[in-house]
């Protein structure tokens, strides 16, 4: 039941018995659709607009969010369909600094927590976050309530209750932003909505990320993504003492129908938390679920170890995905330890493992991608592992089990050369050159190693040859020769 109906439905009742009898002016009121998404609030700092300007319009939103993104084009769609009708403002929460106090106190009064994307209609009707399940679409919604507006009609609160799920949380002002213990920090919601952070804390004692994490669930065949939905988190705090943090991540529904929240538990003295999907009580079925990890870039995702063998992301054809476009997907091994382990160029090790084995049925998907998602991040130039993830199908609580942590205090050994023959100019004098098949060796591997490896080539040639004729094996510091270098920049005969 939207807020506001009592009184007001027995003052709208007087109303119509006085008119009547009396022939001064009232405002009519009219009924809006019982599924309309948009909800009915009075706040203080609408007082007057409500009264002398009851057709502007304001989106609040956030430029790197690409469900606000896509709700942004939805509500510009309506606002050219009234043009020269209406008014209206777009705020983004990446400005926060440029917005108005007035429009900022505006947002705040309609959603404590400044979500975006906030719309807000007529300084009296809102939507917070994606169109729920069962509910007329966003689009749809503000028609209706603009033409009442336009129309001088004020529609009162629906008097049918919408069927939505609504989470009792602790209440918002208690909770802390994150959670932490001596070896990482969880924090969700903190740029995007959708999905929560995860921070470790470095030799130097300062926190940085080095993942995130974002649910996916399938519904009848459709899969939808956490961040991509715009997903409201809704944090309680279940269990808080020295030893143990237990905490409820409630995901606001998906437009498939899925609606579940993740249990989180972070003992104070392991590099890891456990995450369990719960599917809520009227959730539609849940087919497949997995927590996926996205987060790219070649300094932290470069390599995936599963079952002893490692999986270099330089390997794989460079994806032609641009701006806000998937890369390429790749299923890899199921680890049969149950844990991946993944790392990049001098990062700390991620570690992601699940409880029960692994089915046939059961995928462990990764994604390369060479251009970021965001244009404003600048590209790498190479290829990286922006997502690895364990997809449980069929979905059981018992099977939705993840682990995700690092490995403290160890920095692998770091591979960066191909597998296969690399090109160097011979080092007879000075100023050589040595060239892998993916750029300097000395650049790549460190200072001098092109000189190290060539060195044991001819050695090698050297001895090779005099045991067949005994000639001397001159090279010539301008030929180019092809010699086989390892992954961990070693020289392989």
Known sequence: MKEGFGLKSIFISLIVLLSCFLTIPHKAFAQISPNNPFDYKEIPSCADERQNNPTHMRFYGNRYCGGCNAQKEGFLTVMGEYEGRITYELFDKNDWDDIPPHDLDIWFEFDERTIAPTTVLGCQYYHVGATEPGQLGY?????????????????????????????????????????????????????????????????????????????????????????????????????DTPELQKVKYQFSPFSNGALFYLLMEMEADKPFIKMTAIPNEVSATIQAFSIGNYYGYTHLVRYIKINDQIYDAFDYLQPSGGNYELGDFYE????????????????????????????????????????????????????????????????????????????????????????????????????????????????????????????????????????????DFGIQSSQVYFIKAGRDCSWSP
């Open 139 to 239: 689009q749809a919604g503000m028609r209706e309530i603009i033409d009442y507006l336009l129309a001088g009609v004020t529609p009162p609160p629906t008097t049918t209750p919408r069927p939505t799920f609504t989470p009792t949380p602790t209440p918002t002002l208690t909770l802390p932003l994150y959670f932490e213990n001596q070896y990482l920090r969880v924090w969700d919601t903190r740029v995007f909505n959708g999905i929560i952070d995860l921070f470790y804390k470095d030799e130097d004692g300062n926190w940085e990320q080095f993942n995130n994490l974002v649910p996916i669930a399938k519904v009848n065949g459709v899969w939808n993504n956490a961040e991509l939905e715009n997903s409201i988190i809704t944090k309680e705090v279940l269990v």
């Open 332 to 471: 890899l091994p199921a680890p049969e330890n149950k844990e991946i382990l993944f790392w990049g160029e001098g990062e700390i090790e991620q570690k992601q493992f699940v409880e029960q084995p692994i089915s046939d049925q059961d995928v462990v998907m990764v994604e390369v991608r060479y251009t970021p998602w965001l244009p404003e991040q600048p590209p790498p130039g190479r290829n990286w592992f922006e997502t690895v993830h364990v997809t449980r199908e069929p979905f059981t609580t018992d099977k939705a089990v993840f682990h995700f942590g690092i490995t403290p205090g160890r920095y692998p050994t770091v591979f960066k050369l191909k597998t296969g023959w690399n090109e160097i100019v011979w080092p007879n004098v000075p100023g050589y050159t040595g060239q892998s098949a993916l750029g300097g060796i000395d650049q790549d591997c460190g200072s001098g190693t092109g000189l190290v490896i060539a060195k044991k080539e001819q050695d090698f040639w050297q001895e090779y040859v005099s045991g067949h004729g005994g000639w």
